[in-house]
Each structure stands twice: as C-alpha cells, then as structure tokens.
C-alpha cells in the first residue's frame, strides 16, 4: 500500500491560514487522497478528497501537486476548533475499506 | 441525523471475558468497518463489510469477531478479552468500498481489559 508522509505537529495562531503537507512519492494513478482530522475523544471526521484537481469545500482546500506526489491540505482562517490531528490517507479504486490511518499532524491553535 | 451509532460507550473487563460492540448506522451505507486506536497511534482496521452478508479480516483480526446482523448493524466480539485489547474502538460506515466514498465513523468505545 502507498504510504504517507506527514509532520508530526504544527502550530498556528488564531484566524491565520494553515498549509498540513503530506508527502505520498509512491502513489499510483488509482489512489484518492483523503483528508480526515480527529478532535480530542472523538471519532475521524471527514475533511476533503481528491484525485488530480484542487478540491474545495466549506471546511477546506486540497491543493495536489501536478505530478500528484504531494498534497496540501489549507485552513484559510485556523480557529481554536480546528486543533486536532490531522491524517492524510491513501486509498485505491475498491480499497477504502483499507484506508491506512498513520500517526497524522497535530495542529496546535494558539490564541 | 444519529449516523454512527455505537455502544457501550466505556468498558471495563476482567481478563478472560467476553463481549460484543453494537454498532448500528442509518445512513443506509453498504459497507461497514471497525478500528481500534491505541493511545498515540493512528487507526488500525479490524474487520469490515463491504455488503451486507460479507465480512473479510482487515490489519489486525486475531482475537475478534463481527457479524454483520443486517444492513444497519455490525457488531464486534471478544470471546476472550486480553490487556492488549485495551483500546478505543470505532465503528465506521460508507456508502460503498470505492475509494471516492466518505467514511463517517462513530464516536468511539473506550475499552479496558484488566
């Protein structure tokens, strides 16, 4: 399976953009990418997916590079609500059932 | 909209014992999966049901079982649960296996084994 690569923290101040890298070199043609953030004592909430084009949506932007080996999740104005652990994942055509959580990034929001 | 649902909530077990982890969905979605999280770690998938009628193992099955009771409902069991199953569970739901799909997941059972 495809693995990522994330930080393993960031930190940002309050209602400032925030840019979570995700390296993925071993991608292949098929795999979406997959953003999920986890809040403290809670389930994965789903973020944004993409496959080649930047994605947009009213919690975020994925920004996915050409040649699709790396991706950019961006938080246009972080709040205190967005700290949380961030995952960027890879899944193939039939394959989310094996969606592969890593460690993710924990974004710090500070005041 | 409940979405995931799953219980019990909190857990503690003696060694040795056994119990199932109700989950249920009303989001009409096909497939269903269950994860553990240990503390600091990512998700890691137990088993899943890509249809109803249809279980297959995920990363980590040894020491579990599921049974996929209907459409809505799939249930975890320990037939007898260890210290390493100390975990926080998750039950997950999506409309289907394809990749595009967006899982929603549950809000966790915190399971001790003691």
């Known amino acids: 399976d495809a693995k990522t690569t994330q930080p393993n923290s960031m930190e940002s101040n309050e209602e400032e953009p925030v840019h979570l890298p995700c390296n993925h070199s071993?991608?292949?043609?098929?795999?979406?990418i997959h953003w999920y953030r986890q809040l403290p004592s809670q389930g994965p909430e789903y973020v944004i997916h993409?496959?080649?084009s930047n994605v947009n949506n009213r919690m975020a932007s994925l920004a996915i590079a050409e040649d699709r080996k790396s991706s950019t999740l961006i938080l246009h104005r972080a709040t205190l609500r967005d700290a949380a652990v961030y995952y960027c994942?890879?899944?193939?055509?039939?394959?989310?059932?094996?969606?592969?959580f890593g460690t993710g990034t924990r974004l710090q929001v500070t005041l | 909209n409940a979405g995931v649902t799953q219980t019990p909530k909190f857990q503690v077990l003696k060694t040795g014992q056994s119990m199932t982890l109700q989950c249920a969905q009303d989001m009409n979605h096909n497939s269903m999966y269950w994860y553990r999280q240990d503390p600091g770690m990512g998700l890691r998938l137990i088993y899943y049901?890509?249809?109803?009628?249809?279980?297959d193992k995920g990363e980590v099955p040894n020491g579990y079982n599921v049974s996929r009771l209907n459409k809505r409902e799939f249930s975890l069991r320990l037939e007898s649960a260890a210290p390493s199953q100390t975990s926080v569970y998750f039950c997950a739901s999506s409309k289907n296996r394809i990749s595009g799909n967006t899982i929603y997941f549950g809000e966790g059972s915190w399971l001790t084994v003691v």
């Open positions: 071993t991608i292949s043609g098929t795999d979406y």
């Open positions: 993409g496959l080649t």
């Open positions: 994942i890879l899944g193939g055509t039939g394959t989310a059932s094996k969606l592969t």
């Open positions: 049901s890509a249809s109803e009628g249809t279980t």
